[in-house]
């Protein structure tokens, strides 16, 4: 699968660190972008949205993007994209 998962966030940030632990559970590759340790990565971030805000947590699957989603919203998508996970125990 050449589906990315991509994730931008802040290390300080208690949501971001749920979806990295959400993605850790059920063993999937993600990539993590701090959009404070790193101006280019905000500036990705922005350019996702029209206000141009640092909207995170943001998750992107494909051409998908998702703000700060809930973990069965988050399952819907990676279901669509047909991402192979283990089962997610909450």
């Excluded at 949501?15 to 101006?39: A, I, P």
């Excluded at 494909?62 to 909450?90: A, M, Q, V």
């Amino acid at each position: 699968m050449n589906t990315i998962i991509k994730l931008y966030g802040a290390e300080r940030c208690h949501k971001t660190q749920h979806y990295k632990m959400f993605f850790d559970g059920l063993s999937l590759d993600f990539e993590f972008f701090d959009v404070e340790q790193n101006v280019d990565y905000a500036e990705e971030l922005r350019n996702l949205y029209n206000n141009r805000k640092l909207n995170f947590p943001t998750i992107t699957i494909d051409t998908k993007t998702l703000r700060n989603p809930s973990d069965k919203d988050l399952l819907k998508w990676l279901d669509k994209y047909e991402f192979k996970y283990k089962t997610y125990i909450h």
